[in-house]
């Protein structure tokens, strides 16, 4: 009869497969995948300068697949698949708020919470929500 262990991860009990029982520390995939994590971390602790030049390179690899894609797409679409942008559209509100801004900096101080209030009612409104009070919201 198998002898049961304990999982190194959970350290819940299980009965490790008979192909696998003098080696198998974890009770299933979940564990698995946690276990291999840690002892990956560790690995990469140990020889944290092979680790930055393996990402660097991976990394650099990735960036010229994605651009290799990009341009496959490209010629595949022949031509642009979206318009040109725009030209860029100057804002009404930054013209009205520098002017804003000057005329504030003119006037007084309630003059200017006037203003406020009159231009953006919002700034007015309560935006919080009451919640019901019970003993546990004032904490210990």
Known sequence: MATRRRCSECR????????????????????????????????????????????????????GRRAQGAKAQEAEAGEVCHALPSASKSLKLP?????????????????????????????RENVATAREVSRASFGA
Request: include cysteine.
């Open 12 to 63: 819940c009990p299980f009965t490790p497969s008979p192909r696998a029982q003098s080696t198998q520390r974890v009770c299933g995939a979940e564990c698995r995948a946690i276990r291999n994590r840690k002892l990956a971390r560790a690995r990469r602790s140990l020889a944290i300068d092979d680790y930055r030049a393996d990402e660097c390179a991976r990394q650099e690899a990735s960036r």
């Open 95 to 123: 013209k009205e708020f520098v002017g804003f801004v000057d005329r504030a900096v003119e006037v007084s101080r309630a003059t200017l919470l006037r203003v406020l209030r009159r231009n953006w009612p919002r700034l």
